[in-house]
Structures are given as C-alpha cells and as structure tokens.
C-alpha cells in the first residue's frame, strides 16, 4: 500500500484500492472505496485491528 502511494503531479500505471463491502446479511448491503489509503491514514482514515472470534459449529464432529 505504501509503496503505490500516488504524488501529487504524478500520474503512476499502478493505484492502490480498498473495497469494503458490509451489511452482506441484510437488505442494506453497503460498500465504500478508498482509493490511495496511504495518503488518507491520518487524515480521516484509520487502520485498527478488529477482534473476532471462532466458534466451533455443533454439527461439526470432533476426533478425541
């Protein structure tokens, strides 16, 4: 990301996007896309980890 990182007055043949696609299990399905991330961080557009979890389905079968 950082390495595709565009300069102003520069055209470049490689751009960085992200597309964040959410709400996939309602009506509303939304999504955003950011282009150039590496300029916008700090500026308005944050990366932080998110914590999941993993839940072991009851039909799946185990092996002891």
Same mark, same amino acid.
């Given at each position: 990301?950082? *390495? #595709?990182? %565009?300069?102003?007055?520069?055209?470049?043949?490689?751009?960085?996007?992200?597309?964040?696609?959410?709400?996939?299990?309602?009506?509303?399905? *939304? #999504?955003? %896309?950011?282009?150039?991330?590496?300029?916008?961080?700090?500026?308005?557009?944050?990366?932080?980890?998110?914590?999941?979890?993993?839940?072991?389905?009851?039909?799946?079968?185990?092996?002891?």
């Amino acid at each position: 990301m950082h *390495d #595709m990182k %565009l300069t102003d007055g520069q055209s470049s043949a490689t751009v960085y996007i992200i597309l964040r696609v959410f709400n996939l299990d309602t009506d509303r399905i *939304d #999504m955003r %896309l950011y282009v150039d991330p590496a300029r916008m961080q700090g500026k308005g557009l944050e990366f932080t980890p998110e914590s999941y979890s993993v839940v072991l389905s009851s039909s799946i079968q185990t092996v002891d």
